[in-house]
């Protein structure tokens, strides 16, 4: 861990304007801070992670270990974020127990600080998600949050898919060959789930493994708050589905799991906001590789996968016939 004082680049900047202000604001913290360090360094592929902020381990002047736990979304990303939306998520889901205390949110640096959790917790494995029960706690995680108080932040995938669609332009030379096919798919999913009637839930909204974290006694704890929303949770629940399964089988399961029953209906509405989230997310991935400056990052391969996927699911013989029966 390195001491106050010393940033040697712009996140850095920004993180430490942002727990100066956290610990000034805070007075459970005036003691100030020690040392910071990175906590997880951004990587692209194969997981897309810590690629739209920048994390830090933070030990207060209490203690040698890291007792918090700094955000910084990364400024390229900023018309992407809402780090004040997302910590009114943050605090909700907390209040459930489902989350890390958040403590405050420094708007000016696109900052949010949190209680760190600890070293017992670790990202949930594909392994961890597919066993009975580590799907039904992440399931029932969902149905508390979708039971409670609306965020106040109405998202539409299909909306965010238009948004990043203008952003890149026509000519965006990053997409994939087929763009159009996968865009007039995406279209008629929406028309068809407009159609069949969509529901609106609070929703952590960005069941990406890396943010599911099991503990002691295989507790749940959600973090990355930035998608946090009020949205369809069959939304939510297609996009975990098709995160954790590889197989139609244990999706089925999910579905039970969540309806008390497998319901086909619900099974082809999962399938389709699952082909939805991945043109999202490779479309996402593209908008970093244009505007972030971190070159390192294999963000094109990403979304390179997000569309395959996509292309796998909308190609699939029947799936026609499943968006008629939503």
């Known amino acids: 861990m390195k001491p106050l004082g010393t940033p040697e680049d712009a996140s850095e900047r920004l993180a430490e304007a942002a727990l100066a202000q956290a610990f000034a604001a805070l007075p459970g913290l005036r003691g100030g801070v020690a040392h910071y360090e990175v906590a997880v360094p951004g990587l692209a592929s194969p997981s897309y992670h810590g690629v739209e902020s920048t994390t830090y381990r933070v030990a207060d002047a209490q203690g040698a270990e890291a007792s918090l736990f700094l955000k910084v979304s990364e400024p390229c990303a900023a018309a992407l974020l809402d780090p004040a939306a997302a910590f009114r998520a943050a605090r909700g889901i907390a209040a459930l127990g489902l989350a890390p205390e958040p403590l ?18 670790r990202p949930a494995t594909l392994d961890t998600l597919q066993r009975p029960e580590g799907m039904a706690t992440v399931i029932a995680a969902f149905r508390r949050i979708g039971a409670g108080e609306a965020f106040g932040r109405p998202w539409s995938v299909f909306e965010a898919i238009r948004d990043l669609r203008a952003l890149l ?48 006694g295989g507790a749940l704890r959600l973090v990355d708050f930035d998608m946090a929303c009020d949205t369809d949770p069959h939304y939510q629940l297609g996009a975990f589905l098709n995160e954790a399964c590889t197989f139609e089988t244990p999706m089925r399961a999910g579905i039970e799991m969540a309806e008390g029953t497998f319901r086909p209906e619900v099974f082809n509405r999962a399938r389709a906001y699952a082909a939805a989230d991945d043109l999202h997310w490779g479309l996402r991935a593209l908008a970093m590789d244009r505007l972030s400056p971190r070159r390192a990052l294999e963000f094109r391969k990403y979304a390179a996968w997000r569309f395959l996927r996509c292309r796998m699911l909308v190609g699939r013989p029947g799936f026609e016939e499943t968006l008629r029966a939503l």
């Open 104 to 121: 405050h949110v420094a708007a000016d640096q696109g900052a949010i600080l949190f209680r760190c959790l600890g070293p017992d917790w």
């Open 169 to 216: 332009g026509p000519g965006a030379d990053s997409l994939p060959p087929d763009a159009w096919f996968l865009f007039d798919w995406a279209e008629a999913i929406e028309a068809a789930l407009a159609a069949a009637g969509t529901d609106r839930r609070p929703a952590h909204a960005d069941p990406h493994a890396s943010n599911l974290l099991f503990g002691p």
